[in-house]
DNA sequence: ACTCCCACTTGTGTTTTGCAAGTGCTTGCG
DNA sequence: CGCAAGCACTTGCAAAACACAAGTGGGAGT
């Protein structure tokens, strides 16, 4: 079930075909964003983003990253009427994916000042760290998803 | 700072949800992967890649890239009749977010052998060497460009 | 002048996405 | 119990993106 291989017959693809085909649409880094930096957890907060993913996208996202290996899914044991989405390790390495791609961008596409998340509120001293101590501030965000 | 909710039309957006709007489909990675690794630079070198992009997306995505400053169109010195498409600074600088999705897919999405390019061919290879010295790595594979 | 090659554009059907509304299960409360 | 409210979805339909095939126009070669 949770076994990736490649269909039969297939061409053999590049590692960033593969990847893209895992997570390279719209929406997919950007549930992982509000799992890694924004500590959610739940449909429902994935659904209050800013950005507005509709409630099906949003269904069929989660159940591909699952059906990928990125993220597990459980009942929520202090809500039982709901369900916690949480990254498995194949997921968490993508970690230092997001933070190349918040480097870059914090470079080329700089944005004004926002206010309550990790990363739109202080990129700077997040890539500060970055450079400093990448693997520590890795550790960093990967322990504070316990 | 006061805490700015998201407004009608001009919500801030964080690093990761800019730099998707900027190379978040399908398409546009791939069109930097080959110029990267393949070392491609023509319109018709993109389209001949295995994975059969259209003809209208392919220009539509020079056009985008273009725009967004990741790449310059230019004639071809050598053939008046075409033009070389390469990376700009800002195209360059996505070098270590490609080769963080080339080590992730090694990693999780591991491919059984391919032919005929740098990255699928011998990804073991280049990402030992990105451990073991990841700036000049990316020196290397920058410098093959010219 | 005729034919390639080249970088596109155009037209058409299909697939993916966006939006609004609805469904079914569970929980809290009188 | 009865009922409303919250939750994680699903469904139906419209809009947008995309794939595929064909065509266009300019330049170069012969």
């Given at each position: 079930m949770s076994q990736q291989k490649p269909a039969a017959g297939m061409e053999s693809k590049c590692p960033i075909t593969s990847a893209l085909e895992v997570f390279?649409?719209?929406?997919s880094l950007v549930i992982l964003r509000d799992i890694f930096f924004k500590g959610k957890n739940h449909y429902r907060e994935f659904l209050a983003s800013p950005e507005g993913i509709s409630t099906n996208i949003l269904a069929s996202r989660l159940k591909k990253l699952e059906a990928e290996g990125l993220i597990d899914k459980r009942p929520d044991e202090a809500n039982l009427s709901s369900y916690l989405y949480t990254l498995t390790d194949k997921g968490k390495n993508l970690l230092p994916l997001l933070l190349e791609i918040v480097k870059w961008s914090a470079r080329y596409n700089p944005q004004p000042h926002a206010g309550d998340n990790i990363i739109a509120g202080a990129p700077a001293r997040l890539l500060e760290r970055y450079e400093e101590d990448r693997e520590q501030l890795i550790e960093e965000v990967l322990g504070a998803l316990e």
């Open positions: 390279g649409d719209k929406w």
